[in-house]
């Protein structure tokens, strides 16, 4: 069974147009995380929510909407895209708010043609 | 100054050798530091953390933590081909994220 799984896996579109990515986990953690992977790899947080409650909110652009329905489900919504959109998005959780370490999910590539 | 520097090579070492890899973090209320590993096209997994200043060895691998320095370091013993990848230090900051690195890519030659 897969532990932190996110839909799709590829993801390829024009700008302007507005997508989903789905995370869910079933380890019964408290909080999960989005982060974004850049062409140099580097990852960098982008929102966190607590059992539903949103706790961390970097400064992203606010196209970007994460939503989470309960504590097993972490959505992200990106409305809008540009190519500068384009790069690995990875959903993330942890027991409680993250000093146990994370376990992420498989990543989202998105491309924006 | 970022919040976590890594040594940035690529690194490349014969297998059987020892690779070292370096990290510091500016966050002097970091408690606790993880190392993932992530092979290309796939997602960071965690092979070690460490909460205590010194060593702390699991397997071929040894983290060792300096806080008043504000230092980690992960060694790989008997590097192996395997052990290709690239390596990410995250230290657990006080805002309550891991705070990732820009990694190290380490290549194991046979």
């Known amino acids: 069974d897969t532990a932190v799984s996110q839909t799709p896996k590829y993801l390829v579109t024009q700008m302007g147009n507005d997508k989903s990515i789905k995370c869910e986990q079933n380890l019964g953690h408290d909080t999960m995380y989005w982060y974004k992977q850049d062409s140099k790899k580097f990852l960098k947080i982008m929102f966190s929510?607590?059992?539903?409650?949103?706790?961390i909110n970097e400064t992203v652009p606010n196209r970007f909407s994460p939503k989470s329905p309960d504590k097993a489900h972490l959505n992200l919504h990106i409305n809008s895209l540009e190519l500068g959109d384009s790069a690995v998005y990875f959903c993330a959780s942890s027991p409680r708010t993250g000093a146990y370490g994370y376990t992420f999910g498989s990543g989202t590539r998105l491309t924006v043609v | 100054q970022k919040e976590v520097e890594q040594n940035s090579g690529p690194l490349s070492v014969p297998e059987g050798a020892i690779a070292s890899l370096n990290c510091t973090y500016s966050d002097r209320g970091s408690q606790s530091f993880f190392w993932y590993r992530q092979y290309s096209g796939k997602s960071p997994e965690l092979i070690m953390f460490?909460?205590?200043?010194g060593d702390k060895e699991d397997g071929r691998f040894t983290a060792q933590l300096n806080k008043a320095s504000q230092y980690v370091s992960l060694l790989i013993r008997d590097s192996q081909p395997s052990d290709s990848a690239t390596y990410l230090c995250?230290?657990?900051?006080?805002?309550?994220?891991?705070?990732f690195g820009a990694g190290t890519t380490v290549t194991v030659r046979a």
């Open positions: 929510y607590n059992n539903k409650e949103l706790i």
């Open positions: 995250a230290p657990y900051t006080n805002d309550y994220k891991l705070s």
């Open positions: 460490i909460y205590s200043n």
